[in-house]
């Protein structure tokens, strides 16, 4: 099918809404000094923040789906853009490091679970011939709010008040966000008749045949196991770089520089993966993923932690922006932003306790090596797993 400019203008609105979400998600790295020194906690503590916040998100991702298949995507972004605003501002209030676990922690992570799943499911079943792309340029949202937004927050603090840098923060998730959700939409012919965009009845699997896929099964293990990997690094590698004594500037811009990654992997990977087959990238991006561990382990200095940050930016980016339009090729357009959610769940333990576990066991050590190693295992456990999905193949319906 020829993609219309509607379906663009839905790609770019997405990309801003998960540049807003990410970034707030991603900011947590710019705040983990101020709570930890406001509250008195260890890293193990203040990492649950982050933890609980992506558990929230990818485990009531699923609902976020089923309810924009039912209502659309628009209404339920706009009031998760709301709901992210609201829990910004009561963490500008918190008096306790509880406070900030349920204000950060959930009423965040509710309203990403509102945004993340409806926003970019929304791009998928506008596109045909180019679905990589597409889902590659609206997933790179999340790669310029890693990149631009933490670094932004952290200026902010070094101006004013950690408090009043998230009051600011919430107001503008409130504006953009709620510009962008008012800009989303389902495919027409779906919307109207529950058609694919092309004509003719939606195809696909419902969301219970798909569970009952081994071709998801697999994925979602893969999803299982990759998440430890992903997240560790977006709580944990700023915290690292201070301890080699470099500056807050450049352990908070570690993060960005994940994004500039996370950009290039998912423009240039969801070409590449358009051509080569998007089952195998998400099988080679598995592997180098777990091998950027690498340099993190070897790093003594910015270098290594720059390259480090870019690598894994590109391999964890890659990742994401390949899982939406999977579940597309495999599973059909019929439910596909409740499989997207359903399959985002699996993210959920690994973002939770990935970050937690990794700050418990430096506070038991001193380092992150044993964190490293256990990582480069989680890794090679995930290719194996997208490799298994790959040989599953196509779903049936």
Same mark, same amino acid.
């Given at each position: 099918? $020829?993609e219309?400019?509607? #379906?663009?203008?839905?790609?770019?609105?997405?990309?801003? =809404? *998960?540049? &807003?979400?990410?970034?707030?998600?991603y900011?947590?790295?710019a705040?983990?000094?101020?709570f930890a020194?406001e509250?008195s906690a260890?890293r193990a503590?203040?990492s649950?923040?982050f933890? &609980?916040?992506?558990?929230?998100?990818?485990?009531l991702?699923a609902?976020g789906?089923?309810l924009?298949?039912?209502w659309g995507? !628009?209404i339920v972004c706009?009031?998760g853009m709301a709901?992210?605003?609201?829990?910004?501002?009561?963490?500008?209030?918190?008096?306790?490091?509880?406070a900030v676990?349920?204000s950060?922690?959930?009423?965040? /992570?509710?309203g990403?679970a509102?945004v993340?799943?409806?926003?970019?499911?929304?791009?998928?079943p506008?596109?045909?011939?180019?679905?990589?792309l597409? /889902?590659?340029i %609206?997933?790179s949202g999340?790669?310029a709010?890693?990149l631009?937004v933490?670094?932004?927050? #952290?200026m902010a603090i +070094?101006a004013?008040?950690?408090?009043?840098?998230m009051?600011w923060?919430?107001?503008?998730?409130l504006?953009?966000?709620? @510009?962008?959700a008012a800009?989303? !939409?389902?495919a027409?012919? #779906?919307?109207?008749?529950g058609?694919?965009? %092309?004509?003719?009845?939606?195809?696909g699997?419902t969301?219970?045949?798909?569970?009952?896929?081994?071709?998801f !099964?697999?994925?979602?293990?893969a999803?299982?196991?990759?998440?430890?990997v992903?997240f560790?690094?977006?709580a944990?590698?700023?915290?690292s %770089?201070?301890? *080699?004594? *470099?500056?807050?500037?450049?352990?908070v811009g570690?993060?960005g520089?994940?994004?500039?990654?996370s950009?290039?992997g998912?423009?240039?990977?969801?070409?590449?993966?358009?051509?080569l087959?998007?089952?195998q990238?998400?099988?080679l @991006?598995?592997?180098s993923? +777990? #091998?950027?561990?690498?340099?993190?382990?070897?790093?003594?200095?910015q270098?290594?932690?720059?390259v480090?940050?870019l690598?894994?930016g590109?391999?964890?980016?890659?990742i994401?922006?390949?899982l939406?339009?999977?579940c597309?090729d495999?599973f059909?357009?019929?439910?596909?932003a409740s499989?997207v959610?359903?399959?985002?769940? /699996?993210?959920?333990?690994?973002?939770?306790?990935g970050?937690?576990?990794?700050g418990?066991?430096?506070?038991?050590?001193?380092?992150?090596? /044993?964190?490293?190693?256990v =990582?480069g295992?989680?890794? *090679?456990?995930?290719?194996?797993a997208?490799r $298994?999905? $790959?040989? =599953?193949?196509?779903?049936?319906y």
């Amino acid at each position: 099918m $020829k993609e219309t400019p509607d #379906a663009w203008v839905v790609v770019w609105a997405t990309f801003v =809404c *998960l540049a &807003l979400i990410f970034g707030v998600s991603y900011s947590f790295a710019a705040f983990f000094e101020s709570f930890a020194t406001e509250f008195s906690a260890q890293r193990a503590d203040v990492s649950w923040i982050f933890g &609980l916040s992506g558990f929230v998100y990818f485990v009531l991702g699923a609902g976020g789906g089923m309810l924009a298949d039912r209502w659309g995507p !628009r209404i339920v972004c706009s009031a998760g853009m709301a709901l992210i605003a609201l829990g910004l501002l009561a963490t500008s209030w918190a008096s306790s490091l509880l406070a900030v676990y349920l204000s950060y922690g959930l009423l965040v /992570g509710l309203g990403i679970a509102l945004v993340y799943t409806p926003s970019i499911a929304s791009v998928q079943p506008w596109f045909s011939t180019r679905r990589g792309l597409a /889902g590659g340029i %609206a997933s790179s949202g999340v790669g310029a709010g890693t990149l631009l937004v933490p670094v932004l927050v #952290a200026m902010a603090i +070094g101006a004013m008040p950690w408090r009043e840098a998230m009051q600011w923060l919430a107001l503008g998730v409130l504006v953009l966000g709620l @510009m962008a959700a008012a800009l989303l !939409r389902r495919a027409p012919a #779906a919307a109207a008749t529950g058609a694919s965009p %092309a004509g003719g009845s939606a195809s696909g699997h419902t969301l219970r045949e798909t569970l009952r896929s081994p071709t998801f !099964r697999w994925l979602y293990l893969a999803t299982v196991l990759a998440s430890p990997v992903m997240f560790i690094p977006f709580a944990h590698v700023s915290a690292s %770089a201070r301890d *080699l004594g *470099l500056g807050e500037a450049f352990a908070v811009g570690l993060v960005g520089l994940i994004g500039v990654g996370s950009l290039v992997g998912r423009f240039a990977i969801g070409l590449l993966a358009d051509r080569l087959g998007r089952a195998q990238t998400l099988v080679l @991006m598995q592997l180098s993923m +777990g #091998a950027s561990y690498v340099l993190w382990g070897a790093a003594g200095g910015q270098g290594l932690l720059v390259v480090f940050a870019l690598w894994f930016g590109l391999s964890y980016g890659a990742i994401v922006s390949l899982l939406p339009a999977i579940c597309m090729d495999y599973f059909g357009g019929r439910s596909v932003a409740s499989v997207v959610g359903t399959l985002y769940s /699996g993210a959920a333990l690994g973002n939770l306790l990935g970050p937690v576990l990794a700050g418990a066991a430096f506070d038991l050590s001193g380092h992150y090596g /044993g964190v490293m190693a256990v =990582c480069g295992l989680l890794s *090679l456990l995930a290719t194996w797993a997208s490799r $298994k999905m $790959k040989r =599953c193949g196509q779903a049936r319906y």
